[in-house]
């Protein structure tokens, strides 16, 4: 099993930032994608940025492009999303997954990750 703790979210003026951390534990030796989702009241759970742990290669999906950017450090077990020029429509609850791909691209969808973080509430206001 592998467990992930998310920190950082808050509160936010819009064009502000926030760093949002990732904290796995665990057997993280089968874990070799990681990723952030984000999920507004109403809406699915979709996928924000991705890396592939091994090579470091990342996605990002949508509006998040050039704003946001995927980070990870091994040695700490520690993934974090660094969020820039936030919007409102950022305003969601983020969540940390993790899976293990073997060798193949990070999945896009949430049905291709097997861990889960419990989720950290960001707001931004105009």
């Known amino acids: 099993q592998v467990q992930l703790t998310e920190s950082g979210g808050g509160s936010v003026q819009a064009g502000g930032s926030l760093r949002l951390s990732c904290a796995a534990s665990?057997?993280?030796?089968?874990?070799?994608?990681m990723a952030w989702f984000r999920q507004a009241p109403g809406n699915e759970r979709a996928e924000v940025a991705a890396?592939?742990?091994?090579?470091?290669?990342?996605l990002y999906v949508g509006s998040v492009k050039d704003r946001f950017t995927i980070s990870q450090d091994n040695a700490k077990d520690m993934l974090y999303l660094q969020m820039n020029s936030l919007r409102p429509e950022d305003t969601a609850v983020y969540y940390c997954?993790?899976?293990?791909?073997?060798?193949?691209?990070?999945?896009?969808?949430?049905?291709?990750?097997?861990?889960w973080g419990q989720g950290t509430q960001v707001t931004v206001y105009s």
């Open positions: 665990g057997y993280t030796s089968n874990v070799d994608c």
């Open positions: 997954a993790a899976a293990r791909v073997g060798g193949t691209s990070c999945p896009t969808s949430k049905y291709g990750f097997s861990y």
């Open positions: 890396i592939y742990l091994d090579d470091g290669r990342t």
